[in-house]
């Protein structure tokens, strides 16, 4: 029989593509070389025995390890054959904390290493977003710890077939079915070894994948199956195959423990007898010899386990009289759903001293999450459950927005009506405090600019950065924070939102606050990027003249700062409304630039105040089609009546760049 069989490989073997077999079994991937045996590019590096995917010290990370030659999948370019291969490997995906929104690992046909335009942070590092598939010819197999409900994610649990675009053209809940064909859901995301088969058919065009942790044997019936004949149009000639995973703000270890492929036959069968097992950090691990030890080690715990099992008991009792229950829907949204009892605990109870700020929307907790994270928590009081559901579906958008300038959203939590919003935190609180409150501190010329320039950045991302336009509403300097290195970030993005649906108590605000309020707000309702623009107009007159926006106790023609600028600025000397307290410290060309963009941003005609883009062009002194001079001095008149006073039109060409921060580029 051995024989028989010896005969027919090798009377068959030289007609089965002999040249470009690949056939490789890696147990481990201890002793193996890089670029020899596997690939591994960017964050990807091996790890004692095992492939770890991404960098657990970068916010943005991502990883791929292929195997270094391509296998062929066709004879020709042109050919309309396709080979068959089997895989089969075992991965272990664990995130440093439970509950953060997951990424998960791809295993990968492609015919190319670096994907074109693939994201350095999401989507396992393979793909931009659903609107733009990755260009080469890419399959991916995903293995998705995290939900994107834009994206049809049916859990933060599943397998998916990706053809060139991270909306999956099949997916299925993770698990397998057993011998009795019940399916059993499996947990990926616990750090559990889960050994995975995939069996490609280029002749049916078919895909079958099945995964089962390890310890339990090949299910005979796969966990999912993808046959279409579409298939072939993500298929190259020669293409790479391997692992590719991306994460962001969270660290999640996505390991690739063992692998085995072929091109010729079923992937020879992986020995997982010895293969090391990541579990979550636990406190008791402890391997004392002594049996006297471990007696009394048992006694001790056992008596803590029944303590603290009782005093759970007790707290949960008493926080269930407090709390809501999860809603169903809640659990739908991206950004990390907190539960209270761990916010409860992460701000020390809500306690007073943790307390940074309180006003009409809520109060600002400060918080450390478990792996010492500072963040901020804004508890926002509301009325409406209509609203909310409204707002969280919006806020599962606004958590994904990012971008260096933007205050970061990490997560959230709901307690009957009140909201809490879990941010990052910003070490030099707001704007406002380092003009008005803090006279020994107050920031200078350059700072204050830089920070514009950031906030103007981070605007432009919300209008023109993402696919949808998002209007901030409430720009002001008060919802301007500074980061560790005094750099200006936005944040409350997206609230003003929530306001709208339901007004909140306590607050005369509803949408907006008075002095950055655009004009066309009073007549007509609907905000624009337009209205974003007025109220960035504001802040930056409010900046470069150290005052705000209404000084009720002003003299009567100082008391709204727009038209005590448009006045002096009529007249011929705008600088003269420049913060004394900085005189000498600004070039006054600089100065008198911003208070024009600062009219011009303020425009009464929304149509004629000029775009974020402009704006920054305007600020880092980069060339605009238009001529910037002229387009300033006619809007900064801001209303016909008003005589342009002179020697205002040619400062503006002064601002170049010589000494002005350099232009940062926007993703
Ligand atoms: C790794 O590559 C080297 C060089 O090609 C080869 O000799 C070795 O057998 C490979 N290791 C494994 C486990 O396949
Ligand atoms: C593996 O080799 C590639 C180039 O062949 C290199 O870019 C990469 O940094 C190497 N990775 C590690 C972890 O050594
Ligand atoms: C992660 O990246 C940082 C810098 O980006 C580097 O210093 C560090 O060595 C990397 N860590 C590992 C484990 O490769
Ligand atoms: C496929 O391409 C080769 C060369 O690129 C050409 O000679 C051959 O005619 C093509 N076959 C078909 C069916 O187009
Ligand atoms: C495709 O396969 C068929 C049947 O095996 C064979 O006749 C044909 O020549 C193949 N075409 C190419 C381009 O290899
Ligand atoms: C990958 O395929 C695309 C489209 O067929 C082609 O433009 C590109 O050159 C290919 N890249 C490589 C590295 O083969
Ligand atoms: C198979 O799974 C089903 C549902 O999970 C379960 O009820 C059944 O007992 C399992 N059968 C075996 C043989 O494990
Ligand atoms: C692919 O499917 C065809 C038709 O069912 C079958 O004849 C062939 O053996 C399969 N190939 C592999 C490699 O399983
Ligand atoms: C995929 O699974 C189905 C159902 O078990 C089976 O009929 C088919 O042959 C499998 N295909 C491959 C390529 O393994
Ligand atoms: C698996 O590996 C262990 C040791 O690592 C060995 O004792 C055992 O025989 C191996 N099993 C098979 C089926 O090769
Ligand atoms: C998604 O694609 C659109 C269209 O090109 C692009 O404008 C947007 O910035 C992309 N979003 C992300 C997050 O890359």
């Not at 299910?219 to 993808?226: A, K, N, Q, V």
């Not at 339901?502 to 309020?517: A, D, H, S």
């Amino acid at each position: 029989m051995e024989l028989l069989l010896f005969l027919f490989l090798f009377l068959f073997q030289p007609f089965i593509s002999p040249i470009f077999a690949v056939d490789f079994l890696y147990n481990s991937f201890n002793g193996l070389t890089n670029g020899t045996n596997v690939t591994l590019i960017n964050d990807a590096r091996f790890d004692n025995s095992v492939i770890r995917m991404t960098n657990d010290s970068n916010q943005y990370s991502f990883g791929r390890a292929f195997y270094p030659t391509m296998i062929r999948m066709k004879p020709s370019s042109n050919s309309t054959n396709i080979s068959s291969f089997s895989t089969s490997f075992v991965f272990s995906i664990l995130p440093q904390v439970s509950t953060s929104p997951g990424f998960g690992l791809a295993f990968v046909l492609s015919n190319t290493t670096s994907p074109p335009g693939a994201l350095a942070s999401q989507y396992f590092g393979l793909f931009t977003n659903a609107t733009v598939p990755a260009v080469a010819p890419l399959l991916a197999v995903e293995f998705d710890t995290g939900q994107n409900p834009e994206f049809n994610d049916p859990d933060d649990n599943h397998i998916g077939i990706d053809l060139n675009n991270i909306v999956s053209a099949k997916v299925q809940s993770a698990g397998y079915y057993n011998s009795s064909g019940g399916f059993v859901p499996v947990r990926m995301r616990n750090g559990q070894n889960i050994r995975a088969w995939i069996e490609f058919n280029g002749t049916n065009l078919e895909i079958n994948v099945t995964i089962a942790p390890v310890g339990v044997s090949r299910p005979t019936r796969p966990t999912l199956t993808y046959r279409d004949a579409v298939i072939a149009n993500y298929v190259s000639a020669e293409m790479y195959v391997g692992f590719s995973a991306s994460k962001t703000n969270w660290v999640e270890a996505q390991r690739v423990l063992s692998w085995s492929l072929s091109d010729t036959r079923t992937a020879r069968d992986i020995n997982t007898t010895n293969l090391p097992v990541f579990k979550p950090e636990s406190s008791s691990s402890s391997l004392s010899a002594g049996a006297i030890a471990g007696i009394v080690i048992a006694c001790v715990v056992f008596v803590v386990i029944c303590a603290s099992g009782y005093f759970l008991w007790w707290r949960h009792k008493k926080l269930k009289e407090e709390e809501d229950e999860i809603e169903e829907w809640e659990l739908e949204y991206w950004p990390h759903r907190f539960s209270y009892a761990e916010l409860n605990v992460t701000t020390g109870e809500f306690s007073k001293d943790r307390l940074l700020g309180s006003g009409g929307f809520g109060r600002v907790y400060k918080g450390t999450l478990p792996n010492n994270t500072e963040v901020a928590v804004k508890c926002v009081n509301h009325d409406s459950n209509q609203g909310l559901r409204e707002f969280m579906a919006e806020i599962s958008s606004m958590g994904r927005l990012q971008h260096k300038n933007l205050v970061q959203m990490r997560g959230w939590c709901r307690k009957g009506n009140e909201l809490m919003l879990v941010y990052d935190c910003m070490p030099n609180g707001s704007l406002n405090k380092w003009i008005f409150d803090q006279p020994k501190k107050l920031l200078g010329w350059e700072h204050r600019r830089r920070v514009l320039i950031d906030v103007a950045e981070g605007l432009n991302y919300l209008h023109h950065g993402w696919d949808q336009v998002v209007i901030h509403r409430d720009i002001k300097s008060s919802n301007i924070l500074l980061d560790s290195d005094m750099r200006g970030r936005l944040g409350d993005f997206g609230l003003a939102k929530l306001y709208q649906h339901g007004e909140i108590p306590n607050t005369t605000r509803v949408v907006g606050t008075l002095g950055y309020l655009a004009p066309e707000l009073a007549t007509v309702a609907a905000p624009t990027s337009a209205s974003d623009v007025y109220s960035f107009g504001v802040v930056l007159l409010e900046v470069a003249c150290g005052r705000r926006p209404i000084e009720t106790t002003a003299p009567e023609e100082e008391v709204v700062l727009i038209d005590w600028v448009r006045e002096l600025y009529a007249k011929g000397n705008a600088v003269e409304a420049a913060d004394p307290r900085i005189k000498g410290e600004y070039d006054v060309g600089e100065m008198e630039m911003v208070l024009k963009l600062g009219l011009a941003c303020c425009h009464p005609d929304p149509q004629r105040r000029p775009t974020m883009k402009e704006v920054i062009a305007l600020m880092v002194g980069e060339e605009v089609a238009t001529a910037p001079s002229d387009l300033l001095s006619e809007l900064a008149r801001g209303d016909s009546d008003v005589v342009l006073g002179g020697g205002g039109d040619d400062d503006l060409g002064k601002a170049t760049p010589s000494q002005a921060t350099p232009p940062v580029r926007l993703e």
